[in-house]
């Protein structure tokens, strides 16, 4: 039984544990919470739906993931790939929008429930880290700049400020000292909830001050509970363009929980079951899709916030979702009045942490041959992922397999979208009779071995 339900494993809370995960708990939903509500206007939804988007699901994918600090909910990279992916299907904000919005959940969510179910997480293993840091840092980019029109108070794209040259200066002040507070604060006192302290600083100043005659704000968000949400089943043309964006949410958030997961599970000493936390992110992902909300994921911030706070097991991600329903229940109508531009900048303040140049350099790596692959890789998986994804879906499969695998799993003699079976390096190292197996920690065993030898390594054999 607790093979299937992990969080009968968690130990029985007595005083002294539930001291500890309530101080963790309390320092993850004062991060959380106004996160949630600034990344579901990154991803086009209506402000109330990051806060249903953090309640069930995170509560959900904690019961049924091995790992509990995980932190499950809207992140910065789930949300922008499904503002990006339902651009020119609807129009942000309208019921079409958030039924689109949805389906990327329930797709996405049953595609890692698959996997997870079947066993077959070893294939995590095979998306190189190139792509993964090149898609990344254009993610990073993409944001920051779909959220400056916000930041500096523009109405339109970020080219009316070239056209008109006109700011609404209270608005870029809200904005820009916000991003400033956030910063100084990250690097000073990162202990002190900033984002919280200054968002509501913002909406008391803005309420003193009746900036929401002038500007734009939050604006009323609904009190109460999710409700039961069932979405239409769309056309067969529009559910085959979300397949595409369903599956690439699928392999980010994966990549997104595996490197949460695989630091929980170094800190406690443990084993990582990536199968069953796969199962409890894919939960997590069908749950907002039943309450009306968006694709949610692990978000590595948060779980490292979880994580280094004390948390020690599950129990810390209840309380947090009980903080979380107090706000949904009562303090909803405290967000009226936050500027628009303080939550822009809690979405630039998040990814700022992203974007590292420097990585770029690793990524130069080079071949046998003397090409240069990984650079490759990562610009060519980051242009489809980012700006394709719900025009050239057809197109994606074939291209993961065709950039993501290693050079020694590719021929040069068949179709470049035919992966070919790769030669053994050693007598009785065959991958291709593990991957047929679903034997994953002998095929993840044997891939890393070719990797090694490619590199100038000795090979490990699998057992």
């Known amino acids: 039984m607790t093979r299937w339900l992990p969080f009968l494993r968690w130990p029985r809370p007595d005083a002294r544990l539930l001291r500890g995960e309530a ?11 106004p996160q949630s509500v600034a990344y579901a206007g990154l991803a086009g939804m209506p402000f109330v739906t990051g806060l249903y988007a953090t309640f069930l699901p995170m509560l959900a994918a904690v019961l049924f993931s091995s790992s509990t600090r995980l932190a499950v909910g809207p992140s910065a990279l789930s949300s922008v790939l499904v503002g990006v992916s339902l651009v020119g299907m609807a129009e942000p904000g309208t019921s079409q929008w958030v039924l689109l919005a949805v389906w990327l959940a329930l797709l996405s969510g049953a595609m890692q429930l698959a996997v997870g ?4 997480a070893w294939m995590l293993h095979l998306m190189s880290s190139p792509v993964l840091v090149g898609f990344s840092q254009a993610a990073a980019i993409l944001i920051v700049v779909s959220e400056l029109p916000k930041l500096l108070g523009l109405h339109g794209p970020l080219a009316g400020l070239v056209e008109s040259g006109q700011l609404q200066y209270e608005a870029t002040a809200y904005g820009l000292v916000s991003l400033a507070i956030f910063e100084i604060c990250k690097r000073k006192v990162p202990k002190l909830p900033a984002v919280l ?28 509970m999710p409700e039961f949400f069932i979405p239409a089943v769309p056309s067969w043309e529009t ?14 958030s994966s990549m997104e929980m595996a490197a949460s997961a695989k630091i929980e599970s170094q800190h406690d000493g443990k084993r990582w079951d990536a199968n069953q936390d796969l199962i409890g992110q894919g ?7 039943l309450c009306g909300s968006f694709p949610t994921s692990t978000s590595f911030s948060r779980a490292a916030i979880t994580l280094y706070s004390g948390a020690k097991t599950g129990w810390a991600t209840v309380i947090a979702c009980g903080v979380v329903f107090v706000v949904l229940l009562f303090l909803t109508p405290a967000l009226y009045h936050v500027p628009s531009a303080a939550l822009a900048a809690v979405v630039v303040a998040a990814v700022l942490g992203l974007f590292k140049p420097g990585v770029f350099s ?7 041959n003397g090409r240069s692959h990984c650079p490759r890789h990562a610009v060519v998986l980051t242009l489809h992922l980012l700006g394709r994804t719900h025009r050239h879906g057809d197109e994606l499969g074939p291209f993961l397999v065709r950039e993501t695998l290693p050079t020694n799993h590719r021929s040069r003699r068949t179709p470049r979208w035919k992966p070919s079976r790769p030669a053994p390096l050693a007598p009785g190292s065959d991958c291709t009779a593990h991957l047929r197996s679903a034997d994953g920690r002998r095929a993840g065993l ?18």
């Open 362 to 368: 690793h990524l130069w790596c080079r071949g046998s």
């Open 117 to 120: 179910a079947s066993g077959a």
């Open 23 to 33: 101080t963790a708990a309390l320092t993850v939903a004062v991060v959380m919470t």
């Open 446 to 463: 044997c891939i890393s071995g070719r990797l090694r030898a490619r590199r100038g390594g000795t090979p490990r054999r699998a057992p």
């Open 283 to 289: 939960i997590g992902k069908v749950v907002p899709g």
């Open 197 to 224: 302290l200054v968002l509501a600083a913002a909406a008391v100043l803005s309420w003193a001050t009746g900036y929401a005659t002038r500007g734009d704000v939050v604006g009323s968000v609904p009190a109460g």
């Open 239 to 252: 559910f085959g363009a979300l397949l595409a964006p369903a599956l690439v949410l699928a392999l980010v």
